[in-house]
DNA sequence: AGCCAGGACAAGT
DNA sequence: ACTTGTCATGGC
């Protein structure tokens, strides 16, 4: 049984296992074989970066209309970068960790994903998110499980989610899924609407507040002017723009924050 | 052992 | 409108 495999020229500015791991998305794991591997819908992906190529376990037909979106990989870095390097401290961070782009990833998978990150570590948020596949998704093929959805979850209660350990999030995952399942929370409206409805929206629910919001319509909804500010990016602005942020970022906010907090995550800061 | 984590909420000024 | 204590759990 071979795999059909796909191959295409990545972008200049495209580094694969940074992005997939930097805070964004919680369940790519590499295999031995040094592929990226993580679920997508209802679809395994094993993604590795070589000699200038992207190389997926996929026909170009699912590629195209799929990973292209979800790696953001028809948006202009260049030129962002270019401009993000009128800053000085956004010019090092875009250097050191260049190749980071904003993933698109599902809007139901980033809301419940970041809501479980809340107060919380990101090895231990990764395994909560597991346990909630593994427990409640379906195995697509061994050891890989979807994502359950949010009309899934809606059926269940806070004592079904116990085996996730996720502590006081497991009510909000709960009232999350039901209001997006009764459609009280519409993502539809969300992804056509400006950013500005989604931050009135998402915080409908229980347990969403800016931050949370801010993450869901960043990596989930693909709107890039929505500015998540957790512990780390406020340090960052208390230290480096206690006036305010730079103007090159303006309109690219998401981003620029992705290269800030991974940056400064990493023990990065000026003294 | 103790501090902290990609926060949000409720209660108290 | 701002400040503070609390919330589960476990990584380091």
């Known amino acids: 049984m071979k795999e059909e495999m796909f191959e295409i020229n990545t972008p200049e500015i495209f580094n694969l296992e940074l992005m997939l791991d930097c805070g964004q998305a919680f369940r790519w794991k590499k295999d031995e074989n040094g592929y990226m ?29 799929t990973m292209r979106k979800y790696l953001d990989f028809d948006r202009d870095y260049k030129s962002l970068v270019q401009e993000f390097a009128k800053d000085e401290y956004l010019k090092k961070a875009t250097e050191e960790f260049s190749g980071i782009r904003i993933l698109r990833q599902e809007p139901w998978e980033t809301l419940c994903s970041f809501i479980i990150s809340q107060n919380n570590n990101i090895p231990r948020i990764k395994g909560i998110v597991e346990r909630l596949c593994e427990n409640f998704g379906e195995e697509i093929e061994k050891g890989y499980y979807s994502f359950p959805s949010a009309e899934q979850l809606s059926s269940l209660t806070v004592e079904d989610l116990a085996p996730l350990r996720s502590g ?39 347990g969403v507040g800016k931050k949370v919001a801010e993450c869901t319509l960043l990596y989930g909804f693909g709107k890039v002017e929505a500015f998540p500010e957790d512990v780390w990016v406020k340090r960052i602005v208390a230290e480096m723009y206690p006036d305010g942020l730079p103007e090159c970022m303006k309109g690219y906010d998401g981003i620029a924050q992705q290269y800030l907090f991974h940056w400064r995550r990493n023990g990065k800061e000026f003294l």
């Open 37 to 65: 591997c993580g679920v997508v819908g209802n679809r395994v992906y094993k993604l590795l970066q070589k000699d200038g190529k992207l190389i997926c376990n996929c026909t170009a037909e699912v590629f195209n209309s």
């Open 168 to 206: 006081f999030r497991a009510k909000y995952i709960i009232d999350a899924s039901k209001k997006v399942a009764n459609g009280e929370v519409d993502f539809e409206k969300i992804d056509k609407s400006p950013v500005e409805f989604g931050r009135e929206e998402l915080v409908k629910i229980k």
